[in-house]
Protein backbone atom coordinates (compact mmCIF):
# COMPACT_ATOMS: atom_id res chain seq x y z
CA UNK A 1 0.00 0.00 0.00
CA UNK A 2 3.17 2.55 1.08
CA UNK A 3 4.41 1.44 -2.60
CA UNK A 4 1.33 2.49 -4.61
CA UNK A 5 1.23 5.59 -2.42
CA UNK A 6 4.94 6.57 -3.51
CA UNK A 7 4.57 5.68 -6.59
CA UNK A 8 1.60 8.02 -7.36
CA UNK A 9 3.65 10.53 -5.51
CA UNK A 10 6.66 10.36 -8.10
CA UNK A 11 4.13 10.75 -10.98
CA UNK A 12 2.55 13.47 -10.26
CA UNK A 13 5.91 15.97 -10.68
CA UNK A 14 6.48 14.73 -14.00
CA UNK A 15 3.42 14.84 -15.16
CA UNK A 16 2.20 18.59 -14.12
CA UNK A 17 5.75 19.41 -15.42
CA UNK A 18 4.98 18.05 -19.43
CA UNK A 19 1.21 19.85 -18.65
CA UNK A 20 3.15 23.22 -17.98
CA UNK A 21 5.70 22.38 -20.66
CA UNK A 22 3.13 22.13 -23.14
CA UNK A 23 1.15 25.16 -22.20
CA UNK A 24 4.38 27.33 -22.41
CA UNK A 25 5.11 25.74 -25.99
CA UNK A 26 1.71 26.48 -26.68
CA UNK A 27 2.18 30.13 -25.76
CA UNK A 28 5.44 30.21 -28.07
CA UNK A 29 3.54 28.97 -30.78
CA UNK A 30 0.57 31.10 -30.66
CA UNK A 31 1.73 34.39 -29.43
CA UNK A 32 3.41 35.76 -32.00
CA UNK A 33 0.75 34.48 -34.66
CA UNK A 34 -1.86 36.06 -32.59
CA UNK A 35 -0.06 39.24 -32.03
CA UNK A 36 1.21 39.42 -35.57
CA UNK A 37 -3.12 39.41 -36.76
CA UNK A 38 -3.94 41.50 -33.95
CA UNK A 39 -1.55 44.27 -35.70
CA UNK A 40 -2.02 43.37 -39.24
CA UNK A 41 -6.02 43.69 -38.06
CA UNK A 42 -6.08 46.56 -36.48
CA UNK A 43 -3.72 48.24 -39.45
CA UNK A 44 -5.94 47.44 -41.94
CA UNK A 45 -8.99 48.70 -39.66
CA UNK A 46 -6.96 52.60 -38.96
CA UNK A 47 -6.53 52.83 -42.90
CA UNK A 48 -9.71 51.80 -43.71
CA UNK A 49 -11.37 54.36 -40.97
CA UNK A 50 -9.03 57.16 -42.60
CA UNK A 51 -10.47 56.31 -46.05
CA UNK A 52 -13.66 55.53 -45.42
CA UNK A 53 -14.98 59.10 -45.35
CA UNK A 54 -13.64 59.75 -48.81
CA UNK A 55 -15.44 56.21 -50.51
CA UNK A 56 -18.08 56.44 -52.75
CA UNK A 57 -21.66 56.74 -51.94
CA UNK A 58 -22.57 53.12 -53.08
CA UNK A 59 -19.75 51.58 -50.41
CA UNK A 60 -21.14 53.25 -47.88
CA UNK A 61 -24.36 52.04 -48.10
CA UNK A 62 -23.19 48.25 -48.28
CA UNK A 63 -24.09 46.07 -45.70
CA UNK A 64 -20.49 44.93 -44.76
CA UNK A 65 -17.30 46.39 -45.04
CA UNK A 66 -14.66 45.48 -47.82
CA UNK A 67 -11.06 45.12 -45.44
CA UNK A 68 -8.34 46.91 -47.55
CA UNK A 69 -9.87 48.67 -49.37
CA UNK A 70 -8.32 51.90 -47.83
CA UNK A 71 -4.85 50.04 -48.31
CA UNK A 72 -5.33 49.76 -51.57
CA UNK A 73 -6.45 53.29 -51.93
CA UNK A 74 -3.77 54.41 -51.04
CA UNK A 75 -1.59 52.86 -52.64
CA UNK A 76 -2.88 53.83 -55.81
CA UNK A 77 -2.97 57.67 -54.76
CA UNK A 78 0.30 57.44 -53.44
CA UNK A 79 1.54 56.14 -56.66
CA UNK A 80 -0.45 58.49 -58.81
CA UNK A 81 1.24 61.56 -56.95
CA UNK A 82 4.03 59.76 -57.51
CA UNK A 83 4.18 59.59 -60.87
CA UNK A 84 2.56 62.89 -61.52
CA UNK A 85 5.83 64.73 -59.63
CA UNK A 86 8.20 63.13 -62.32
CA UNK A 87 6.69 65.80 -64.67
CA UNK A 88 6.78 68.95 -64.78
CA UNK A 89 3.47 69.64 -64.57
CA UNK A 90 3.47 68.03 -61.31
CA UNK A 91 6.65 69.39 -60.06
CA UNK A 92 5.56 73.00 -60.60
CA UNK A 93 2.87 72.44 -57.95
CA UNK A 94 4.71 70.91 -55.47
CA UNK A 95 6.81 73.59 -55.88
CA UNK A 96 3.75 76.36 -55.70
CA UNK A 97 2.66 74.45 -52.93
CA UNK A 98 6.44 74.54 -51.03
CA UNK A 99 6.92 77.93 -51.22
CA UNK A 100 3.36 78.79 -49.56
CA UNK A 101 4.39 76.17 -46.92
CA UNK A 102 7.38 78.80 -46.05
CA UNK A 103 5.80 81.66 -45.44
CA UNK A 104 4.63 79.41 -42.42
CA UNK A 105 6.33 80.06 -39.55
CA UNK A 106 5.83 77.07 -37.59
CA UNK A 107 4.65 74.74 -40.32
CA UNK A 108 7.67 75.38 -42.46
CA UNK A 109 9.83 73.93 -39.54
CA UNK A 110 7.87 70.73 -39.51
CA UNK A 111 7.21 70.27 -43.15
CA UNK A 112 11.32 70.99 -43.79
CA UNK A 113 12.19 68.14 -41.27
CA UNK A 114 9.83 65.72 -42.18
CA UNK A 115 10.89 65.89 -45.94
CA UNK A 116 14.50 65.52 -45.26
CA UNK A 117 13.82 62.50 -42.93
CA UNK A 118 11.67 60.57 -45.77
CA UNK A 119 14.04 61.72 -48.89
CA UNK A 120 16.42 59.85 -46.67
CA UNK A 121 14.61 56.47 -45.77
CA UNK A 122 13.37 56.60 -49.40
CA UNK A 123 17.16 57.23 -50.98
CA UNK A 124 18.68 53.92 -52.68
CA UNK A 125 21.67 54.38 -52.38
CA UNK A 126 21.95 55.60 -48.26
CA UNK A 127 23.67 53.81 -46.22
CA UNK A 128 21.67 55.12 -42.92
CA UNK A 129 20.49 53.02 -40.60
CA UNK A 130 22.03 50.13 -42.13
CA UNK A 131 24.95 49.86 -39.21
CA UNK A 132 24.81 48.70 -35.74
CA UNK A 133 27.47 49.41 -33.60
CA UNK A 134 28.15 48.86 -30.21
CA UNK A 135 29.80 51.86 -27.87
CA UNK A 136 29.90 52.54 -23.91
CA UNK A 137 27.12 54.15 -22.37
CA UNK A 138 25.81 55.45 -20.19
CA UNK A 139 29.47 54.80 -18.30
CA UNK A 140 32.48 53.11 -19.14
CA UNK A 141 32.63 49.39 -18.54
CA UNK A 142 29.17 49.25 -19.92
CA UNK A 143 28.17 48.28 -23.38
CA UNK A 144 24.88 49.67 -25.53
CA UNK A 145 23.86 48.26 -29.18
CA UNK A 146 23.08 51.39 -30.82
CA UNK A 147 22.15 52.53 -35.14
CA UNK A 148 24.36 55.10 -37.07
CA UNK A 149 22.00 57.14 -38.67
CA UNK A 150 24.90 59.40 -40.94
CA UNK A 151 28.23 60.73 -40.48
CA UNK A 152 28.17 64.11 -38.56
CA UNK A 153 28.22 67.42 -40.84
CA UNK A 154 27.94 70.74 -40.61
CA UNK A 155 28.84 72.61 -37.40
CA UNK A 156 29.50 69.50 -35.17
CA UNK A 157 31.49 68.17 -37.49
CA UNK A 158 33.57 70.83 -37.36
CA UNK A 159 33.60 71.67 -33.88
CA UNK A 160 35.45 68.20 -32.80
CA UNK A 161 38.67 67.82 -34.00
CA UNK A 162 37.83 63.74 -34.72
CA UNK A 163 35.44 62.08 -37.56
CA UNK A 164 31.89 61.84 -35.35
CA UNK A 165 29.12 59.92 -35.90
CA UNK A 166 25.16 60.49 -35.55
CA UNK A 167 23.73 57.47 -34.08
CA UNK A 168 20.23 56.69 -32.63
CA UNK A 169 20.81 54.52 -28.78
CA UNK A 170 17.10 52.99 -28.60
CA UNK A 171 15.28 51.88 -25.13
CA UNK A 172 14.04 48.52 -24.49
CA UNK A 173 11.25 47.09 -24.88
CA UNK A 174 10.18 49.86 -26.84
CA UNK A 175 12.97 50.93 -29.70
CA UNK A 176 11.20 53.60 -31.39
CA UNK A 177 11.82 56.28 -28.43
CA UNK A 178 16.03 56.71 -27.92
CA UNK A 179 18.65 59.35 -27.10
CA UNK A 180 20.64 60.54 -30.43
CA UNK A 181 24.00 60.78 -29.38
CA UNK A 182 27.35 62.00 -31.50
CA UNK A 183 30.03 59.80 -30.85
CA UNK A 184 33.54 59.88 -32.04
CA UNK A 185 34.16 57.22 -34.77
CA UNK A 186 36.91 55.42 -33.17
CA UNK A 187 35.09 55.00 -29.66
CA UNK A 188 32.60 52.66 -31.64
CA UNK A 189 32.61 49.08 -32.52
CA UNK A 190 31.04 47.93 -35.88
CA UNK A 191 28.71 45.35 -35.99
CA UNK A 192 28.28 42.27 -38.17
CA UNK A 193 24.55 42.17 -36.94
CA UNK A 194 22.02 43.11 -39.70
CA UNK A 195 19.47 45.87 -38.58
CA UNK A 196 16.84 43.55 -37.70
CA UNK A 197 18.58 41.19 -35.57
CA UNK A 198 19.64 44.43 -33.25
CA UNK A 199 16.11 45.12 -33.11
CA UNK A 200 14.93 41.81 -32.17
CA UNK A 201 17.54 41.99 -29.47
CA UNK A 202 16.81 45.21 -28.02
CA UNK A 203 13.06 44.23 -28.47
CA UNK A 204 13.33 40.81 -26.43
CA UNK A 205 15.93 42.51 -23.64
CA UNK A 206 18.56 40.32 -24.86
CA UNK A 207 16.56 36.70 -24.78
CA UNK A 208 16.70 36.84 -28.76
CA UNK A 209 20.59 36.62 -30.01
CA UNK A 210 21.51 36.88 -33.40
CA UNK A 211 22.98 33.44 -34.19
CA UNK A 212 26.91 33.56 -35.57
CA UNK A 213 27.86 34.07 -38.68
CA UNK A 214 30.36 32.20 -40.34
Same mark, same amino acid.
Given at each position: MTKNKD? /????? @??FFSKIRTYFLTGIVVAA????TGWVAIWFVQ?????????????? /??LPFNIPGLGIVSAFIILTIL? %?????FFGRTIIG?????????????????????????IASKSSNNF???????? @???????? %?????????????????EMLCVFLPTTPNPTSGFL?????????????????AAKLIISAGL?? @???KD
Open positions: K /NVNLK @PGPITVAVDGWFSPFAPKSY /NDG %ALTTNYGERLVDRLPIIRNIYGTLKQIFQTQRVVMLEY @PKEGCWAI %AFVTTEAKGEIAKKHENLFVPKDKVIELDMTVESVM @PEK
